[in-house]
């Protein structure tokens, strides 16, 4: 590794420890490294303007709207709801309608912090009403948020696909059965310790109530059945399925629930903009830094020294999971996805490693990453929505954390967790 290409590194470490946001670090100390390359200001413009002119793009405002739409018009509650009126009366009933209400809003939404935020305000009081204990209660909903990273329609799965040029419909698929597993190994261990945290079995629902559930559930669950079936029933493309979903939230919250007023939909659209642009402002720079790595040489040189040395596919991927959960430690997962991708992406081709199970194990990590301190982005939702400390939260987490940690061995050593839904779809 040269020493510009160190240099740059530890800039963009240093900066981002001081709180600057990651576009202008990104975008800042690429072009000051690019120019001092020999690159100039009118070649660095027309570079970026070449990336974001796809048409993939346009489907991310939509997904981020649908979200948006989701979280502010109180879907949360009817999904949870009928997940109640199916598996409540088990042991810890609660907690696990809890975990499969999160799955089904994490596939609408594609946000973590979007689905964190709408089951902490409604399952976390519930549950330590009906005598969870609270950090339980909030560590379970914190790591449950984590699947709306994992679970189609994902902006991190988006992002790589951008940045590796891979399918994204095939990514997004990779997510399905590792995100099922993930919601399963958490309502398997809520069953093993629902005595000792508090959570009994709900009553039964009567027949009457579980059908108005269920029916008043029905137009929340043709978004995601909409926004999928739709890509891979191949009648519409990814861009329409974002639109469509949109729309279908949009007509949910104001005419059939009525749970939104339109006075609301501006604020809820100047919210969409908002993260929207700080998203493509994020892809400008990492445009860049994909640029000046490339031109660097190094993704080649990683690629030719890893081979020589004669490592394993498996090696490499444990090696990368180290790597990556330190890094998730100090970095969110935007940014983890933006230094990291460019440089292995070769080397993950070179050693004939499936790029959709590399995305699905990269995934993985920033859901980690979402839950380890300090920078541990779901925690401090958590701990912002209930007022508790951040400390009670991260108590709360610490088993569900190493259930993930199970996951990612799972995924990273048996691929077909990942890729078998894809090549059985797509081929």
């Known amino acids: 590794m040269s020493a510009t290409m160190i240099l740059g590194l530890c800039a963009v470490l240093v900066l981002l420890a001081l709180g600057i946001p990651i576009y202008l670090v990104l975008m800042g100390v690429a072009s000051v490294l690019l120019l001092l390359d020999g690159q100039t200001l009118a070649g660095l413009g027309q570079h970026v303007l070449d990336h974001l002119n796809s048409p993939i793009l346009i489907a991310v405002p939509f997904f981020i709207l649908a979200a948006v739409l989701m979280r502010g018009g109180g879907l949360a509650k009817i999904l949870f709801d009928a997940a109640l009126s199916w598996i409540g009366w088990l042991p810890g009933g609660l907690a696990i309608s809890g975990v499969a209400a999160t799955a089904v809003f994490a596939a609408i939404t594609g946000s973590s912090a979007a689905t964190t935020m709408a089951m902490g305000t409604l399952l976390v009081p519930l549950m330590i ?119 279908i939230a949009l007509i949910a919250v104001l005419f059939v629930y009525r749970t939104a007023r339109l006075r609301e939909i501006p604020a809820m659209l100047t919210e969409a903009i908002d993260r929207t642009s700080v998203i493509i402002l994020i892809i400008m720079g990492a445009t860049l830094v994909s640029a000046w790595i490339i031109k660097s040489g190094l993704p080649q040189q990683l690629a030719r020294d890893i081979v020589e040395s004669d490592l394993k596919p498996w090696q490499f991927l444990l090696i990368v999971n180290v790597c990556l959960l330190i890094l998730g430690m100090f970095l969110e997962g935007v940014a983890i996805i933006l230094i990291v991708l460019p440089v292995v992406s070769v080397v993950v081709r070179e050693m004939g490693i499936d790029m959709t199970h590399f995305a699905v194990v990269m995934v993985i990590n920033i859901e980690l990453a979402l839950l380890s301190p300090p920078i541990g982005l779901n925690l401090f939702v958590m701990s912002n929505v209930t007022g508790r400390p951040v400390g009670e939260v991260l108590r709360g987490t610490a088993p569900f954390f190493v259930l993930m940690l199970i996951l990612l061995l799972l995924v990273t050593f048996v691929p077909a967790l990942s890729t078998w839904l894809p090549n059985y779809v797509l081929g």
């Open 129 to 247: 009403e009906r005598g969870y204990k609270p950090a339980f209660a909030m560590g379970l909903t914190a790591a449950s948020g984590t699947l709306g990273i994992l679970i189609p329609p994902s902006l991190p799965m988006l992002l790589f696909g951008l940045i590796a040029e891979e399918s994204i419909p095939r990514l997004f698929l990779g997510g399905v059965i590792p995100g099922l597993i993930q919601a399963a190994l958490f309502s398997l261990y809520i069953l093993f310790v629902a005595n000792r945290v508090g959570g009994g079995a709900e009553p039964r629902v009567g027949r009457a109530l579980f059908l108005r559930n269920n029916v008043h559930a029905v137009p929340a669950f043709m978004i995601p059945v909409v926004v999928l079936g739709g890509i891979y029933g191949g009648f519409v493309t990814l861009t329409e399925a974002a639109v469509l979903g949109a729309l």
